[in-house]
């Protein structure tokens, strides 16, 4: 599915292949090794992408592909408020017994609770 969102944007499928796992957290070597290609090559098709994509940075690339990524809910797309048309969070369990809030918005990911009572733990 996000391969094909990427390709109407203009990505070639090799760089559509590289979008993809980097939203997914892979690391530009780990990205190689799935690829078997150099980070120099990763690197690139990066540089491609950003510039196809009009997005300045890694961070920018993975909020864009989010609501796209086949990796949450067994294969169904997060629920995000860019295919839902409303906010939402999604609560996640830390390295705490309490559990924080992701909220999925245009600018980014955002940590917190979103209630006000942030105390920094995620």
Aim: glycine share 8%; hydrophobic share 40%.
């Amino acid at each position: 599915m996000l391969k094909d969102v990427l390709a109407q944007k203009g990505l070639s499928h090799r760089e559509a292949e590289v979008a993809e796992l980097v939203s997914k957290g892979l690391s530009n070597k780990e990205v190689a090794g799935q690829l078997f290609v150099t980070e120099k090559t990763v690197k690139f098709h990066l540089t491609n992408i950003y510039k196809k994509m009009a997005v300045k940075s890694r961070a920018q690339l993975i909020v864009w592909c989010v609501p796209h990524v086949d990796f949450v809910n067994n294969g169904q797309a997060p629920t995000t408020a860019a295919n839902t048309g409303a906010a939402s969070a999604q609560t996640i369990t830390g390295a705490s017994s309490q559990p924080a809030a992701i909220s999925y918005s245009a600018s980014g990911i955002i940590p917190g609770n979103n209630s006000g009572n942030n105390n920094g733990s995620i």
